[in-house]
């Protein structure tokens, strides 16, 4: 038996590794960089989708920035939804799609002298943006402000969602929609935000379509059915990328899901990204609270209108 099964099977020692392995902890590595302090953001191995790896990481920029320290981001020392399983160790998601906050990635600290390694773990003192906090006047306007400065899209997506934008628009005003299904309707995912019901969000993208008189209807989905229920309502008005939508996941995480296509996991979250790229240049938003929603917010310069469903928890 090897010494992970054993730890499994003794009552409170699995729990007690974790906390163990994923502690935050100080190292030398060398003695290059003497005058500055490198904090790595780290995240215990999960399956989450690419924005909650982006909230988290906001918040512990904040934390490095607050501190003097140079804020690093690790996407790539350990298993997580974007890396393929050969490439973990060996390449960094976080810059598949991000810049690094402050320019150093983790090849730039390898022979530093002072390199803190941020807890991966999320604890209940974990101070990162929220609903609450993203949306409310007093602190919205600090955390995005961090974003622009601190989380830029990488400039070769930030082009290609530029070219798609206005390839789709020219111009036009647009409704952007955030309509989650697939896992989130199927499992009722426990302490995340309830959804809303497809056929309410078209009904409330129909108001604010006549109200604002926006165009065009951009929907981000990753369910074919929502889909299909939005074109027989819009028609020709709704535009969508050409990222994959699913009809049927059942009780699987959206993010456990196989592409089935070469690089297959770096696509998935670079067409996500984009689709949120565009969802954050339209004129107006009606979504789902969800962290997709939470990041094309931030990375929005305002919409003139936002509706962003508050229904509570699962």
Same mark, same amino acid.
Not at 44 to 73: D, H, Q, W
Not at 131 to 150: S, V
Not at 210 to 234: G, H, S
């Given at each position: ?19 163990? #392995? ?5 190292? #030398? ?286």
């Amino acid at each position: 038996m090897g010494m992970k099964e054993l730890i499994k099977r003794i009552p409170g020692l699995d729990e007690l590794y974790i906390r163990i #392995k994923w502690r935050e902890k100080r190292r #030398k590595l060398g003695n290059e960089n003497p005058d500055k302090i490198f904090y790595v953001i780290r995240r215990a191995t999960c399956k989450v989708g690419l924005f909650s790896y982006v909230m988290t990481n906001m918040g512990l920029v904040k934390y490095a920035l607050e501190r003097g320290y140079i804020p690093v981001i690790d996407m790539q020392e350990n298993g997580n939804t974007y890396l393929e399983a050969d490439e973990v160790g060996k390449k960094n998601a976080w810059e598949f799609y991000f810049e690094q906050p402050c320019g150093y990635g983790l090849t730039d600290i390898a022979e530093s002298r002072n390199v803190i390694y941020s807890s991966g773990l999320i604890t209940e003192g974990t101070v990162y943006p929220v609903r609450e906090t993203i949306f409310a006047e007093d602190t919205g306007k600090e955390w995005r402000e961090l974003f622009h400065c601190y989380l830029r899209p990488n400039r070769e997506i930030r082009q290609e969602a530029d070219l798609l934008f206005d390839s789709l628009f020219e111009g036009k005003k647009v409704l952007g929609v955030l309509c989650r299904g697939t896992d989130y309707l199927n499992n009722h995912p426990k302490n995340h935000p309830v959804q809303p019901e497809p056929q309410a969000v078209i009904e409330k993208a129909g108001q604010v379509m006549k109200e604002f008189e926006c165009d065009y209807l951009y929907l981000a989905t990753e369910d074919e059915d929502i889909y299909a229920q939005f074109r027989k309502t819009f028609g020709d008005r709704l535009k969508v990328t050409e990222a994959r939508r699913y009809q049927d996941t059942g009780t699987a995480n959206i993010n456990e899901v196989s592409c089935q296509r070469e690089g297959g996991r770096y696509l998935k979250g670079k067409e996500y990204l984009i689709n949120m790229i565009l969802l954050s240049k339209c004129s107006c938003l009606v979504a789902g609270a969800v962290g997709g929603t939470y990041g094309a917010y931030l990375m929005s310069e305002g919409y003139e209108y936002e509706f962003v469903y508050d229904l509570g928890v699962y």
